[in-house]
Nanobody, 113 residues
């Protein structure tokens, strides 16, 4: 089964940038995405990338976040720019569009105003 280890989250000021990384345990995966869960909210998909490079984003992060993958290294990244306090959440990666595998521990992103 697929396993995920997320890293790169920290406390950052509004307007700042962060790059999240996700290590995937298997080398063959098609759609994979970054999800986030804010306090008292459901986990939600924010960005998806497919093996061929096609990407999808939710409207709230379009133009600010960029998802990328390195198939040779089994890595997925999320570059987050112009961060806002409402981006504060625990970020996870998993298969997309549905998180079908056990969730990792995630990485906490906190954006201060």
């Amino acid at each position: 089964q697929m396993q995920f280890v997320e890293s790169g989250g920290c406390l950052v000021e509004a307007g700042g940038s962060l790059r999240l990384s996700c290590t995937v345990s298997v080398s063959t995966f098609n759609g994979i995405g970054w999800y986030r869960q804010a306090p008292v909210q459901h986990r939600a998909l924010v960005a998806t990338i497919y093996r061929g490079g096609n990407t999808n984003y939710v409207d709230s992060v379009k133009g600010r976040f960029t998802i990328a993958r390195d198939n040779n290294k089994n890595m997925v990244y999320l570059q987050m720019n112009s961060l806002k306090p409402e981006d504060t959440a625990v970020y996870y990666c998993n298969s997309a569009p549905r998180g079908a595998w056990p969730w990792g521990k995630g990485t906490q992103v906190t954006v201060s105003s």
